[in-house]
RNA sequence: GGCGGCGUACCCAAGUGGUUAAGGGGACGGUCUGCAAAACCGUUAUUCAGCGGUUCAAAUCCGCUCGCCGCCUCCA
């Protein structure tokens, strides 16, 4: 396997630091608002990095951590007049609908910052006794002229940086570019004892603290939306190496923005989509399936459209399974080959090494999903034959498993043509009842019975404005909802 | 100002030294159908922002130019 490492800038062979084990870590979520479809792709991305190294047979474990202590929980439980515990209960409980409904699995661990308070007070603690660190009026900082590797994530100088520097100017910090590992808490503000009086901890240093706590010093994969690569992870290898004085993770893993009109999607743009508002227009699956549909790395042009277009190939794929479902109920005992057979049998031994080929590249999802809509043609047209048989039965069931197989993988294709349906119609035509479809297919029925065209026609018209579309087919009108 | 990335058809998007330059959407034409829908077939990039260079060979490597974006401050 291949892995894109921000660490050398390209991509690297994947060897894990066990043989057959993964130990991975992503940045979660600060528990202070609703979570916009930016979080989905992080979220979904690494879930299906997780999914995929399983399915390659690593044991892995996944850790994802919250946040739950920071100026901007504060800040919030200022504006909502409730405990700040209370704005970070109320946001876990928000994400978890919110991921349960994208389909996001949790992690194996999901560790909170005030659960490991006492955990980073002694990585503080250890830092200033090694001199990496030292305490100001209750504020400890890092210094980070004494770790001599500051800058290698981020690809920075730290004579750039302090040249370019936007911080605010902190008279306590020794350098401006030396960021806070504990916090002195101001009157009415959360705190927790320590060394050097009541306090609370710097944004980066949980993440050095859970991450060691549950995967150990040196672990194999940290990620995070590409906008934490500075400066919260060069933080967390600064602190964190210089602590322990071992290489902390192995590889790390970025993904790209959401854009909106070509700009970053964010909170300060106010260019953003929660998750709720996109899951009230459209089913989770083409979510997910846009946001695989480009590679991780690269930056995703968000638009109604572009869901639309996903929503149209999921609808593919279960029209398809629904064609394979009543291929599979005929009994044709007849022996008659499909088209192009050859092809398709050669299709279906190589799929599967064509997916992991694709998934072992850097998570090629975009090219995995290529490859899935090959297959999806080829067994439209070797069913367009009207094949017979037990071989056309077995490949065509061959080409099924793949398909769920992959779909699991990937997290998508998981339900039936029929769920997929229902749930399309919630969304498209929330007024209009299978009875009222049904019935009106039955009026239509004695319409062409009579070979009254225009009457049968007129109905198809009017359900077709009102967003199903009707299909006659042999066995007698199937219907679906218009994607 | 420093650092990094991107520019592939009408749209989205793989491909990063030798392939007919994947796949999806759209459009148009065809097969099928009472008509449709679905499905399938065909057409839609002799060419990869532009210009040079390296090479037997470049969308892929190098240089320059143009355009767009990100990080350097909280941010997935």
Redesign the pocket.
């Known amino acids: 396997m291949k892995l894109y490492n921000t660490l050398g800038?390209k991509k690297e062979d994947f060897v894990p630091v066990t043989p057959g084990q993964v130990k991975m870590y992503v940045?979660g979520?600060?528990v202070y608002d609703h979570c916009?479809i930016?979080?989905a792709?992080?979220s979904i991305i690494f879930d299906i990095m997780r999914r995929y190294l399983a399915y390659r047979g690593f044991d892995v474990t996944f850790v994802k951590n919250f946040t739950d202590i920071d100026d901007?929980i504060i800040n919030r439980a200022k504006q909502e007049g409730i405990a700040w515990n209370e704005v970070a209960e109320k946001y876990i409980a928000e994400y978890y609908q919110d991921m349960d409904q994208l389909g996001v699995g949790r992690a194996d661990i999901e560790p909170k910052a005030t659960e490991h308070i006492q955990e980073i007070i002694d990585i503080t603690k250890g830092l200033v006794d090694k001199g990496y660190a030292y305490a100001v009026d209750g504020d400890v900082y890092f210094q980070i002229e004494k770790f001599s590797d500051y800058g290698k994530l981020?690809?920075?100088?730290l004579d750039?940086?302090i040249?370019?520097?936007?911080?605010n100017v902190n008279e306590r910090k020794r350098n401006p570019?030396d960021f806070a590992l504990w916090k002195a808490s101001k009157e009415g503000e959360p705190s927790w004892d320590s060394p050097w009086g009541p306090g609370r901890p710097g944004?980066h240093i949980e993440c050095s603290a859970m991450s060691r706590k549950h995967l150990g010093d040196t672990f194999d994969i940290h990620g995070?939306?590409?906008?934490?690569?500075?400066?919260?992870h060069e933080n967390e290898i600064a602190q964190s190496e210089a602590f322990t004085g071992k290489p902390f993770a192995k590889y790390w893993v970025h993904?790209?923005?959401?854009?909106v009109d070509?700009?970053?999607?964010?909170?300060?743009l106010g260019n953003f989509f929660t998750i709720k508002e996109i899951l009230s227009k459209f089913d989770a699956e083409p979510v997910r399936f846009f946001l695989l549909?480009?590679?991780y790395r690269?930056?995703?042009?968000f638009s109604d459209?572009?869901l639309k277009?996903a929503e149209?190939?999921i609808d593919?794929y279960y029209?398809?399974a629904l064609?394979v479902r009543d291929f599979l109920v005929q009994d044709n005992v007849k022996e008659k080959a499909g088209a192009e057979e050859k092809a398709f049998g050669e299709m279906l031994d190589t799929f599967r090494d064509r997916f992991t080929e694709a998934m072992d590249?850097d998570f090629?999802t975009?090219?995995a999903?290529?490859n899935i809509?090959?297959l999806?043609?080829m067994l439209?047209?070797y069913?367009?034959a009207k094949p017979s048989g037990a071989k056309a039965k077995e490949l065509v069931v061959r080409a099924q498993d793949l398909l769920k197989e992959i779909g699991n993988a990937l997290n998508i294709f998981s339900r039936t043509p029929e769920q997929w349906n229902s749930s399309l119609m919630r969304f498209k035509c929330p007024n209009v009842t299978e009875e009222f479809i049904l019935s009106k297919i039955e009026e239509r029925q004695k319409a062409?019975g009579n070979k009254d065209?225009a009457a049968?026609?007129a109905i198809?018209k009017e359900l077709e404005d009102k967003g199903v579309?009707?299909?006659?087919?042999k066995e007698g009108t199937a219907w679906k909802v218009k994607v």
């Open positions: 800038g940045c979520i600060t916009h930016g979080h792709r992080s901007k981020s690809k920075r100088d750039d940086m040249a370019g520097a936007r911080v570019m944004w995070g939306g590409a906008d934490l690569t500075f400066p919260h993904n790209g923005f959401i854009t070509k700009e970053k999607m964010s909170k300060s549909s480009t590679h690269s930056p995703i042009e459209e572009q277009e149209v190939s593919r029209t398809t064609r590249d090629n975009a090219l999903i290529g809509f090959e999806i043609r439209n047209k069913l367009d062409r065209w049968a026609d198809r579309v009707l299909e006659d087919k």
